[in-house]
């Protein structure tokens, strides 16, 4: 099948000096460079200089003037419209986005397109929507009126300020559109801190962004280590609200950080994310279902499934059938039009992937299909199906996210249950089955900020997403997503 040609385009942009977007222009920074590797190949692909204390003051400086003058001065609907132009431009240069993509973070290129790029613009565009359309109350106000006097009190949403959002790099921009975009529409603007696994992307959308006319300060973009990037940024006095999503352990030194100095911080964090299938799916259902749960961009979505529970008595035909479809898979490079495994995207992702099925062979798992890398350079792992049988093993306790499915056996749909629940993580859970009356019951006994129905991983912006326990808190989409952005004034008058 056909390797993907690269652009000139991109060519041209990863030999450029790359740093930080800041105050609508590209800056490289002085700071010291960092190689982007291609985790196809191992290659070095492009630099990009660290960012310091300086460019920190530089970016939130810039912010924090955009944000008392040329977006504030904007009105609310030419805000969407730009956001919308955006969308457009996104779309224009849908292909040379998707390619920068794939060579950092080594997601196919059929992914980096259809879900990366297309469903940036999709939620890019249900922001935009929400412009005009963020509403207060007005309300009675119950004061003694002794000459006639009266009242009248409303509320309003205001604008928090400069929004700093940290990404990770499985969505390097989606993830970033999803908090650049609440924040844009609130009449907030962003100061966007890259995975330094993946920094070239969100620099090129700043790019566009410029282009097609947002005001300098209004999306920032800085790059470099997050251990000294983060804290600054954090602690910075012009930053008003921090919004996360990556590890469980980085997230909670991000909320510690923020909550210290009582800024409000959204953190989408990690899970051990369930699957139930129940006995009256048929074997050919559970496979298709377990694929879409799990093996999706090598399991590198923080809503992915690694935990799944199978009734006892299909539990070894299922595993048979899925271990044939996966090893059908195709395995090659993701500039490949048909590829189906890429490579994870970093080498520390992979040792730290390498790691857990060394500790789960420890606890007694059994690895019954993948668990290694293949002999290709890169950071190859092949999907994996591991045998538990224990809820106490480590596969079903911590997150690997990587394509290893650990599937465990009930008899009995309650324990199954209580087993599901039984986890410090409640981000995302499906359940599979034909009986709508039990997948409605469960969806409500299960403890996770979203459940699906014989469907699993897929976000809409309009339904609110977000973890319970350790996965996070705060809700991102839907409407939810405004009380996270701005905060209520309230106005009292007498007349
Ligand atoms: O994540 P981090 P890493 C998991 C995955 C992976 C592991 C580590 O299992 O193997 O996390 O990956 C910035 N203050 N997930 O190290 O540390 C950092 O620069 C503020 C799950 O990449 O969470 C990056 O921009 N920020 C996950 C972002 O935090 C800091 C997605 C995420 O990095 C910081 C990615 C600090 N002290 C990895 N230290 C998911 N659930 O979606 C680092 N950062």
């Known amino acids: 099948m056909t390797q993907v040609k690269q652009l000139a385009a991109v060519s041209a942009f990863l030999q450029r000096d790359h740093g930080h977007f800041i105050n609508g222009l590209s800056q490289p920074g002085g700071g010291a460079l960092r190689p982007v590797i291609d985790p196809a190949t191992g290659n070095e692909v492009a630099r990009v200089h660290d960012g310091c204390a300086e460019d ?63 469903q940036a613009v999709a939620f890019l565009r249900y922001f935009a929507g929400w412009a005009g359309k963020i509403y207060g109350e007005t309300t009675e106000i119950s004061l003694p009126s002794f000459n006639g006097e009266k009242y009248r009190g409303f509320t309003q949403r205001e604008p928090l300020g400069v929004v700093v959002g940290i990404i990770p790099w499985n969505f390097s921009i989606m993830i970033a559109i999803w908090k650049m975009a609440a924040a844009l529409v609130c009449g907030c603007t962003v ?22 006319g947002f005001p300098p300060g209004t999306i920032n973009v800085l790059n470099g280590n997050g251990g000294l990037l983060g804290p600054l940024l954090i602690e910075h006095p012009f930053c008003a609200k921090v919004t996360f999503t990556g590890s469980v352990p980085t997230g909670r030194a991000v909320g510690n950080a923020a909550s210290a100095l009582a800024k409000p911080a959204t953190l989408e964090l990690g899970g051990k994310n369930a699957a139930l299938f129940l006995a009256d799916m048929s074997v050919s259902e559970m496979v298709d279902g377990i694929m879409e749960a799990g093996y999706v961009n090598q399991g590198q979505i923080c809503a992915s499934a690694e935990r799944f529970y199978l009734p006892a008595e299909k539990m070894d035909e299922v595993l048979s059938v899925l271990i044939q479809r996966l090893s059908q898979l195709k395995v090659a490079s993701p500039f490949e039009e048909d590829c189906q495994v890429g490579p994870l995207a970093n080498k520390a992702h992979l040792e730290k992937i390498l790691k857990m099925v060394a500790r ?22 092949l999907p994996t199906v591991v045998k538990v049988h224990s809820e106490n093993s480590t596969l079903m306790r911590e997150e690997t996210f990587g394509p290893v499915g650990s599937f465990l056996a009930y008899d009995d749909e309650e324990k199954a249950l209580q087993q599901i629940n039984n986890s410090p993580f409640g981000l995302a859970a499906s359940v599979w089955t034909h009986n709508f009356n039990k997948a409605i019951r469960y969806s409500e006994r299960i403890q996770a900020g979203i459940v699906w129905i014989n469907m699993h991983t897929f976000l809409d912006p309009a339904l609110p997403f977000g973890g319970i326990k ?24 007498r007349y």
């Not at 705060?474 to 004034?489: C, M, P, Q, V, W």
Request: charged share 20%.
């Open 56 to 118: 920190v003051s530089a970016a939130m400086a810039a912010a924090q003037q955009a944000f008392l003058g040329s977006w504030s001065e904007m009105s609310t609907l030419a805000r969407g419209n730009l956001m919308l132009k955006l969308a457009d431009a996104m779309e224009q240069h849908r292909e040379e986005l998707a390619q920068i993509e794939t060579l950092c973070s080594g997601k196919t290129i059929a992914l980096s397109r259809g879900l990366e790029v297309d």
């Open 191 to 212: 100061v966007l801190k890259p995975s330094e696994f993946t920094p070239l992307t969100m620099l090129r959308v700043a790019q566009l962004a410029a282009d097609v």
């Open 360 to 381: 789960a062979k420890e606890d007694g798992d059994e690895i019954l299909y993948g668990g290694y890398s293949p002999e290709r350079p890169g950071y190859y792992f």
């Open 470 to 493: 350790s996965s996070g808190n705060g809700r991102e989409f839907g409407s939810a997503f405004i009380n996270d952005y701005t905060r209520l004034k309230s106005v009292m008058m």
